[in-house]
């Protein structure tokens, strides 16, 4: 039987070490934890099947005791205004670039935390999403078998909500965030599913007619990638665009609440 006491102890003994982190590194950002079942669970079945080659023989003490923790590392306010940012009402790409320089960066530093999380606490690193594969698949499905959703395993977590432009909301944050995560073999203090919180808010489908019209489109995130693909013609790396971010972070109706470092 597990021991309440343990769990919630190792559970803030990870919290502490991530804030540690955090504070050397000069960032800001959050952590969570939900049960790896919970995750399995709504999974696609093709990121099942990656998840399942993953943890190999350790699938089944998984399912039935461990946990996934998620780790979410902020963007710093100043970057949001390179997201299509203009000169003589044209896209100045180069500025736009900045944001996605600043998107590698972040999945760096995730992928070097995360990794350290899971040496320190006995556990497996999941990388953040890897981006440059916009021009390599020739539809978006092509690219779910190539990760494990960082967003299920956050709203799971209640680090945050999804939003309509099915990126994951942080309270304090918005979706100017990113994520990685780590499986353990061992129950913590996990947290409750978030539900969305954005009501009659529409500021992402006003920056975006992909997310606007995405119940009447074949499939929007197929126009997403295509999208992608052209910013990267006019130079944007990284397969980002960042709108719907920038958007709900300086429009939304929670623009008073969020609050990026800067």
């Not at 943890?55 to 089944?60: F, R």
């Not at 979410?72 to 900045?98: F, H, T, V």
């Not at 397969?239 to 609050?259: L, P, Q």
């Amino acid at each position: 039987m597990t021991d309440p006491s343990a769990t919630m102890n190792r559970t803030k003994e990870i919290k502490a070490f991530f804030n540690q982190l955090l504070v050397s590194q000069g960032e800001e950002g959050d952590i969570g934890f939900t049960s790896f079942r919970s995750v399995f669970n709504e999974l696609m079945p093709i990121q099942q099947q990656r998840l399942q080659t993953t943890v190999g023989s350790q699938l089944d003490i998984l399912l039935n005791e461990g946990s996934m923790i998620s780790i979410g590392i902020a963007y710093r306010d100043p970057i949001m205004e390179c997201i299509d940012s203009k000169i003589n009402k044209q896209p100045d790409y180069e500025l736009w670039n900045k944001y996605a320089q600043e998107y590698d960066r972040l999945n760096q530093l995730l992928n070097q935390t995360s990794k350290d999380i899971a040496e320190e606490f006995n556990g497996i690193p999941l990388a953040a999403t890897i981006g440059g594969m916009a021009s390599k698949v020739s539809h978006v499905k092509d690219y779910f078998g190539m990760v494990i959703s960082h967003r299920v395993v956050a709203e799971n977590s209640g680090v945050g909500w999804r939003g309509k432009n099915q990126l994951m909301i942080h309270e304090k944050y918005s979706c100017a965030i990113r994520f990685a995560s780590i499986i353990v073999p061992y129950p913590l203090k996990w947290g409750e599913k978030s539900e969305s919180k954005c009501g009659n808010c529409r500021a992402c489908e006003e920056v975006c007619s992909f997310i606007k019209n995405r119940d009447i489109l074949p499939d929007y995130r197929e126009n997403c990638r295509k999208y992608i693909g052209f910013l990267g013609s006019k130079g944007i790396e990284k397969d980002v665009c960042g709108k719907c971010i920038k958007a709900c972070y300086k429009s939304s109706t929670f623009r008073e609440v969020f609050s990026l470092p800067k």
